[in-house]
């Protein structure tokens, strides 16, 4: 059974940082064969792409939005990936997902429907 943890969130003022882990369990293969990614959801809102990374961790994406201020990593020797959030906004503000790639070999993807097992979120709150 996959597992996928986060943690790391909280409460932070604007332009203060964080930095969001994911760790994984239970997967078929080695962890390092799967692309990871992050996506967000805030009230109201469908859930939205924030990052990815490519199973070897030689390619990384962002959305425009991030662009700059995030930035997405992995150390496959612990089976983590790590958002590092900089410069965060009031917008930013949003339950944080990370999740693990359905397929093996990925170079990574902003899609949803391209992972196919999710954390249970980490809530993030900038005030301003």
């Known amino acids: 059974q996959v597992q996928l943890v986060e943690s790391g969130g909280g409460l932070v003022q604007a332009g203060e940082s964080l930095r969001l882990s994911c760790a994984a369990s239970?997967?078929?293969?080695?962890?390092?064969?799967?692309?990871m990614g992050w996506f967000r959801q805030a009230p109201g809102k469908e859930r939205e792409f924030v990052a990815a990374?490519?199973?070897?961790?030689?390619?990384?994406y962002s959305a425009d939005s991030v662009k700059g201020r995030f930035t997405i990593s992995r150390d496959n020797a612990k089976n983590t990936v790590y958002l590092q959030m900089n410069s965060l906004k009031p917008e930013d503000t949003a339950v944080y997902y990370c999740?693990?790639?359905?397929?093996?070999?990925?170079?990574?993807?902003?899609?949803?429907?391209?992972?196919?097992?999710w954390g249970q979120g980490t809530q993030v709150t900038v005030s301003s």
């Open positions: 999740a693990c790639a359905s397929r093996r070999y990925s170079s990574g993807s902003d899609q949803v429907r391209d992972f196919g097992n």
């Open positions: 239970g997967l078929s293969f080695s962890f390092s064969s799967y692309a």
């Open positions: 990374i490519s199973w070897g961790g030689g390619k990384t």
